[in-house]
């Protein structure tokens, strides 16, 4: 099993620019998570999912977007690239198998820098 | 209000001895789980251990360890012995059973002094 993986690992962007970083999980999660991690900073939760078709914003969602069209998939869309995006963005997945005690597992995280 | 709270910023720890990090919680669900994660400076997120609110006894993972806290709403993390690997960012977080989101601190930097 690969677990969660993203791609790119880092990335620059220019001011108004777009990109879409992707997230794949071989786990056969349902839910799956989309964090930023600004410098010294804990995570904040852009959206989530809780299956295909299904997703809803957290804290942080001015800015971007998502589709969960497989089980396996949840690509993050940043449609106007600003500075205040830059960050690293991680993406995590969790089985519902698990009730309360179902952890997240994250994937190795994409280093945006947008100028 | 803050779900999650992490006090230190900062900590440091001579090798082989112990150090707690502190989290405390807020919440009105009556069950719901705490989580802590390791973060090292390569930047991933691994996971450490787990507690669950209704749960009789303090978690325990090898050298890690939970003061769990229940009345006074704190989830300590204990970690014996301390290794020099354990240099790292450590985050607490927790999930209500009503909700599907994780609420993370924002976290404490350890260093590990040989």
């Known amino acids: 099993n690969a677990g969660v993986t993203q791609t790119p690992k880092f990335r620059i962007l220019k001011i108004g620019q777009s990109m879409t970083l992707q997230c794949t999980q071989d786990?056969?999660?349902?839910?799956m998570y989309w964090y930023r991690q600004d410098p010294g900073m804990g995570l904040k939760l852009i959206y989530y999912s809780v299956g295909a078709g299904i997703t809803d914003k957290g804290e942080v969602p001015n800015g971007y977007n998502v589709s969960r069209s497989t089980t396996e998939d949840f690509p993050l869309r940043l449609e106007l690239a600003a500075p205040s995006q830059t960050s690293v963005y991680f993406c995590?997945?969790?089985?519902?198998?698990?009730?309360?005690?179902?952890?997240?597992?994250f994937g190795p995280g994409t280093r945006l820098t947008v100028l | 209000a803050q779900k999650i709270t992490q006090t230190q910023p900062g900590m440091f720890v001579q090798e082989k001895e112990a150090v707690t990090l502190d989290c405390t919680y807020d919440?009105?669900?009556?069950?719901?789980?705490l989580f802590w994660y390791k973060q090292p400076s390569s930047g991933e997120m691994i996971f450490l251990i787990y507690q669950g609110s209704y749960d009789q006894q303090n978690a325990t993972e090898g050298r890690y360890s939970l003061n769990f806290q229940k009345a006074r709403k704190s989830a300590n993390l204990v970690i014996s012995a301390s290794q020099l690997g354990d240099s790292a960012m450590y985050f607490c977080a927790m999930r209500e059973e009503a909700g599907n989101q994780f609420y993370f601190g924002t976290g404490t930097s350890l260093t590990v002094i040989p």
């Open positions: 995590a997945s969790r089985t519902t198998g698990q009730g309360l005690k179902g952890t997240q597992y």
């Open positions: 919440t009105s669900d009556p069950s719901y789980g």
């Open positions: 786990m056969n999660h349902n839910y």
